[in-house]
């Protein structure tokens, strides 16, 4: 009996280790999947109301990126899946993405999609070869629709793009869009296809087109002109047009802040996201440029400092002594501010400053004086600070922290944040103290930042 028990443990440990904890992420598709088989539908208000959430983390992009590349996933789980991921910003989320993005095996009509809106797809011509032979062929147009930057001027890529150019198999669309995409390719191999495609119905105009702006030639629908012209003219200079910027991350990014869009990741027409927070305990050993245990990121730091009745006596009266430790802590190659809400500018703002001793004794009296009391709106230190203090030349913000009870906003206010926040693209992380963090989270999330819960 005893040699049994001994074999059957370490199995049960190992099975725990491999599966391992199902991520908040798995959890919501383990829902979605229970209700195709009960109703055959996904239910995202009634997942919303179960107070489930995707969050935005490298382990949960790795469990769903495991149901988007399925073969035997219900479409409408990887749909939902996909959705989940578009709304991910985190700097971890973003590079496993990216690891997942480099093997061409990992793409597909939900995946691709995916990749190109968080700017993850690398700009190799190996891979974007694959892609262009892909026999999902919503892989393959999506790859030649898409293709832009350096990659129009490499030779693999040419002979991916001809080679495909003589699939009998491809949809129309599909054909099209390839026909269209020479007028980008710096090559002149494509010609000779392209007039036999001249005498084809479905291809005919398009193929015109294409043929007569990359050589500049006016031949008609007559095949045996344009054969003769490419016999005698092989080495023809193609004319090309202006390739697609390539979407790079930097690229996608600009154009969500280009498009004003606040980002929907709290919608009612998709499941909710929200980042993991990182939770933190007063007890937790202090370490140098620190607060509340937290490691202070960033050279030029602001600081947004809850003073509403929520936080009177010993939260308020922490928080200072945080403040002055990690200040204390931190040498003169650091810079400084603090604003206080609620706002009144004449009493809630120390403007940043070099982190020098005098600046630290200023920075005493600042706190010490400040009264605690009130409502706790965020928005007008925040409209302050982006108009009066981040746009200024000297000192610029490059890190911003907002600390509080939590009980400091709406869905209104994070839209203002964001909108704030759009062009600068500051890192904006947020501490809790031992309060809800629902708000806080999703302005760090919306911000590049991240959540901290202090207990």
């Known amino acids: 009996m005893n040699s049994v028990m001994i074999r059957i443990v370490p199995f049960i440990l190992s099975s725990l280790s491999l599966f391992g ?76 993405m990216g690891r997942f993005a480099k093997s061409n095996r990992n793409y597909n009509e939900f995946s691709f999609p995916l990749f190109l809106l968080q700017g993850a797809v690398p700009e190799e011509d190996v891979l974007w070869v694959n892609l262009i032979k892909a026999r999902d062929q919503s892989v393959a147009k999506l790859a030649i629709t898409e293709l832009g930057g350096s990659l129009v001027s490499s030779q693999k890529i040419a002979d991916a793009l001809i080679q495909r150019l003589k699939n ?33 119905v479905k291809y005919r105009d398009v193929a015109l087109e294409t043929l007569s702006k990359t050589t500049g030639q006016s031949f008609g629908l007559n095949i045996r002109k344009w054969q003769n012209w490419l016999r005698g003219n092989k080495n023809f200079n193609p004319i090309v047009s202006t390739p697609k910027v390539y979407p790079t991350r930097k690229v ?34 202090r370490t140098e440029r620190s607060i509340y245990g937290i490691e202070i990121e960033g050279k030029t730091i602001l600081f ?24 204390k802590t931190m040498d003169n190659t650091h810079s400084i501010g603090v604003i206080f809400f609620p706002f009144s500018e004449k009493v809630s703002v120390l403007e940043v400053s070099k982190n020098t001793a005098p ?19 965020l928005g007008g230190a925040m409209n302050f600070a982006y108009n009066e203090l ?19 906003g709406s869905p209104e206010a994070r839209t203002q944040i964001y909108e704030l926040n759009a062009d600068k693209r500051i890192p904006i992380h947020t501490i809790c103290i031992r309060g809800n963090t629902h708000f806080l989270n999703g302005v760090a999330s919306d911000n590049q930042g991240r959540s901290f819960l202090v207990q």
């Open 21 to 96: 904890i199902p991520s908040d992420s798995l959890k919501v598709i383990e829902q979605a999947r229970s209700q195709i088989k009960a109703m055959g539908k996904v239910d995202l208000i009634a997942l919303n109301a179960s107070g489930l959430t995707f969050v935005d983390s490298a382990k949960d992009v790795e469990d769903l990126m495991k149901v988007l590349v399925s073969r035997r996933e219900d479409s409408q789980i990887k749909k939902l899946a996909a959705d989940g991921m578009s709304k991910f910003r985190s700097k971890d989320s973003l590079e496993a």
């Open 359 to 377: 600046f630290r004794s200023k920075l005493k009296r600042f706190l010490s004086q400040k009264n605690v009391g009130g409502p706790s709106p």
């Open 168 to 200: 009998t198999q491809d949809s129309q669309s599909l054909k099209n869009s390839l026909i269209k995409k020479f007028k980008e390719i710096p090559t002149n191999k494509a010609a000779t296809s392209l007039a036999w495609l001249l005498g084809n």
């Open 390 to 408: 981040i746009e200024a030349r000297y000192n610029p913000v490059d890190t911003i922290y907002i600390i509080s009870d939590g009980h400091i």
């Open 252 to 285: 996608t990014e600009s154009n969500k802040q280009l498009s004003g869009e606040y980002p929907n990741r709290y919608s009612l027409t998709g499941m909710a996201v929200k980042i993991k927070d990182e939770v933190m305990s007063l007890k937790t050993t």
């Open 304 to 327: 947004f400092l809850d003073c509403s009745g929520s936080m009177r006596g010993a939260p308020f009266e922490v928080l200072k002594e945080q403040i002055l430790y990690m200040a």
